[in-house]
Each structure stands twice: as C-alpha cells, then as structure tokens.
C-alpha cells in the first residue's frame, strides 16, 4: 500500500486498492526529516496559510533538488501577484491541464479555481470554451487550414 496523505484517506486507498491509481514511485514515510524538505513544505504551509501538503509535493520529495525548484517555480507564477489575477491563472492551469490529460491538476487546480471564488456558473462557461477549442483545433489541425496574415504578429508593426 502507498503512504495514503489525502483527506478522504479510506476512499482513494479504495481506488488504489482497485488499480485506478499506480505510481511510480513511492513517497518517503518521513519526508521532512530531509531538511531541505522540511523548508519546502515549511515555505509551502507559510504561502499558502494552509497545513496541508498535497500529495504532488509528498511524491516529488524523493528528490530535494526536483522540490525546490518546482515549488520556486510554482510559487513564483501562481502565488506571486503579477497582470493575471489568481482565479484567471487557476483557470489556465486547469484547461493546460484538461488539454495534457493529467487527471492530478485538473483535480487540484479546478478545486484551487473555486478556492478563489470560482462559481459553478462560471466553471460551466469555462468548461464550454475548453470544449470548444478543443473540437476546433482539432478540426484545424485535421484540415490545415493556413493562418491569416492578419494574425501574424510580425505583419503588425
């Protein structure tokens, strides 16, 4: 059995339990004994106001180096203020994540969306126009239909 660190622990060992979940590796059993660890998920709890470690962090700990450099790179996109603000970047990550079929960041970032205030609503309308870019790309992609000079940035200037 995997170290089970989620929420609703009895559910997913269930579907792990049933082979809907097969990892590749295994999470360390005591991640933060490793110090750069620890200041990781220390920097992680500090940013987010939140104890709670999801399991990417838990998973991706077996290497030091892979954890701080993904989370500096996370932390400085998605919780740094910037021109976008944090439910607009939420909403990106999540349909590159539809797009990429990784069931892991749509399921985090979709519950990240509506953490900052994401209304049904606005997540049906979100899902619509994921499903229609990607009908229409591949539509586009199928027939190779040229792009329009008006759209070629460097016809602009």
């Known amino acids: 059995m995997l170290l089970d660190i989620t929420p609703n622990g009895k559910f997913m060992f269930s579907l792990q339990k049933k082979?809907?979940?097969?990892?590749?590796?295994s999470p360390l059993q005591n991640p933060e004994d490793e110090p750069r660890v620890k200041a990781v998920f220390d920097?992680?709890?500090?940013?987010r106001g939140s104890n709670f470690i999801n399991n990417l962090w838990h998973y991706i700990a077996y290497d030091p180096n892979l954890?701080?450099?993904?989370?500096?790179?996370?932390?400085?996109?998605?919780a740094k203020p910037s021109s976008l603000d944090p439910l607009t970047k939420e909403l990106i990550y999540t349909a590159v994540s539809i797009a990429n079929s990784c069931e892991y960041c749509i399921h985090a970032h979709t519950a990240a969306a509506r953490d900052k205030g994401m209304s049904e609503i606005q997540y049906t309308e979100f899902l619509s126009i994921v499903s229609l870019a990607c009908r229409t790309n591949h539509l586009l992609n199928g027939i190779k239909v040229p792009v329009d000079r008006e759209f070629d940035y460097e016809n602009k200037k």
Do not use: C, P, Q
């Not at 082979?19 to 590796?25: K, L, P, Q």
């Not at 701080?68 to 996109?77: G, L, Y």
């Open 19 to 25: 082979g809907y979940f097969m990892s590749t590796i």
């Open 67 to 78: 954890l701080e450099t993904t989370w500096h790179d996370v932390k400085n996109i998605m």
């Open 43 to 47: 920097d992680i709890r500090a940013t």
